[in-house]
């Protein structure tokens, strides 16, 4: 994209609403835009990195076998009556009534329509198990919506649900998701750490919350770093193999990890001390294992083995990922702005010419422009090299290639890498090869 005809609205001032970092740089960065409390309109380089992450989040659920599915945002009532839950979710939904006088809501979760879904889809063990997911805007009337996308009214949701037909399935299908958001999350850049939660309205009685550490994160966690230094994405266990999953399962209990609610100082005190973290986490992510609890009430079954009827066990699994974009930026920013990981940033690079109107950095620019596109921010804008500086700072992109008349004259550029602030002056081709890697 051309950064001259680009809606990518920079503010050089701190927007006084915004309290925490990931809210203020989303905003200075022309990601976002509020439109109302706790709603917000994503802008072309917010949505660029929405979308990656929403790309990462979808791969990781495909390889552990879950299918994408996408259901409506606005759900009839009914369903929710034949679980009881209408009206016991309270003020955080949005209830709608329609022109025929028929009540609607506006879906903060999904378990009735999956369970509905099941109910009328699947007939026989033999088709057990299964998952499904989709990434499909929420609405939660929240009562205090703050710190931009970390806590919205309306976000974006992954949200998986698995069904099998006994508890010992179910166990397998709540590891097997485990380790796809430990991966997930890998990728993201971020080191997310699961720990036993309580269930909350979704029910049931095994929970874990993935939690990342940041300032402003609205629970105490304390973890051991070993958490920190395993790669879950390398071939050691393999997410088909219930072995490998109930090994994996293991590892991950008996790394130290809790909540204030469930700390416990004397198994703290084991944790050698240099591996201790401790600070504020944000939840981006929450699974829950609720057995029968929706199968029961709505009356899914499918044909066992023997041909009698058997109630299905359920799970349910969420990211939050448009609360990710905010917890992402938390993790890797400075003063100066936003330092994407390449997995998500908006855009691989940016090009910054220096002297906008000169034939040769015109020339290099537009060349480096093209071999990059469309992963590629060109910053053809006729300002001050101090603004282009600040701006390409602000926004984040992991490589800035400059183009100024003085090395253009002699056939050279200048790489910066943004996370690092490593500079090196370069030919073009070996800044094309450094940047393709
Ligand atoms: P929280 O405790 O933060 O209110 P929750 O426990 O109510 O979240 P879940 O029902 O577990 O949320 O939803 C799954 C995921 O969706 C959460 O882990 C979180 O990442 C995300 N999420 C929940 N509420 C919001 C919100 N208001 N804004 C943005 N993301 C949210
Ligand atoms: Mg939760």
């Known amino acids: 994209m051309r950064l001259s005809r680009s809606l990518i609205p920079t503010l050089k001032e701190t927007p006084a609403e915004a309290t925490i970092a990931s809210h203020r740089l989303m905003l200075r960065a022309g990601l976002v835009r509020q439109e109302a409390a706790g709603i917000y309109a994503w802008l072309p380089a917010g949505q660029r990195v929405l979308a990656n992450v929403a790309r990462i989040v979808r791969e990781q659920q495909n390889e552990a076998g879950a299918q ?27 209830r709608i009534r329609d022109r025929h006088d028929r009540d609607l809501l506006y879906g903060p979760t999904n378990e009735e329509m999956v369970t509905d879904l099941y109910r009328n889809a699947v007939r026989s063990y033999r088709e057990l198990p299964q998952s499904v997911y989709h990434i499909q805007w929420k609405f939660r009337d929240e009562v205090r919506p703050r710190f931009g996308v970390m806590r919205g009214r309306e976000f974006l949701m992954k949200d998986a649900y698995s069904i099998d037909l006994d508890y010992a ?4 299908s709540y590891r097997r998701m485990m380790l796809a958001y430990m991966r997930t999350f890998q990728r993201l850049g971020l080191s997310a750490i699961p720990m036993v939660a309580d269930t909350g309205p979704i029910g049931g009685d095994l929970s874990h919350e993935f939690i990342v550490l940041a300032p402003t994160g609205e629970s105490e966690v304390y973890y051991d770093a070993a958490f920190e230094a395993i790669d879950w994405t390398s071939g050691e266990y393999d997410i088909e193999s219930q072995a490998d999953l109930d090994r994996f399962y293991t590892r991950m209990t008996t790394i130290y990890a809790a909540t204030e609610e469930k700390h416990d100082p004397r198994a703290w005190e084991q944790v050698a001390p240099a591996s201790r973290r401790q600070g504020r986490g944000i939840e981006v992510g929450h699974i829950f294992y609720f057995g029968q609890k929706y199968s029961r009430p709505m009356g899914l079954t499918v044909a066992g083995p023997d041909g009698a009827p058997v109630i299905p066990h359920m799970g349910s699994y969420g990211i939050g990922v448009s609360r990710l974009v905010g917890a992402i930026i938390e993790a890797h920013h400075d003063e100066a702005g936003i330092k994407w990981p390449d997995s998500v940033a908006p855009f691989r690079a940016v090009i910054l010419n220096l002297k906008q109107g000169d034939a040769t950095t015109n020339q290099i620019a537009e060349r480096l422009y093209q071999a990059f596109a469309p992963d590629a921010l060109y910053d053809d804008r006729d300002e001050r090299a101090g603004v282009k500086f600040a701006d390409a700072d602000l926004l984040g992109h992991p490589w800035q290639v400059i183009v100024g008349p003085r090395g253009a004259a002699n056939g050279r550029v200048e790489l910066k890498r943004r996370a690092t602030g490593e500079r090196h002056d370069l030919t073009i081709e070996d800044a094309l090869t450094r940047v393709c890697v």
């Not at 399935?169 to 397998?172: K, L, Q, S």
């Open 68 to 94: 994408e599915i996408l259901m409506p945002t606005i759900q009839p009532a009914d369903l929710w009556r034949e679980s009881g839950r209408y009206e016991d979710y309270g003020q955080e939904m949005l």
């Open 169 to 172: 399935g179910a166990v397998i």
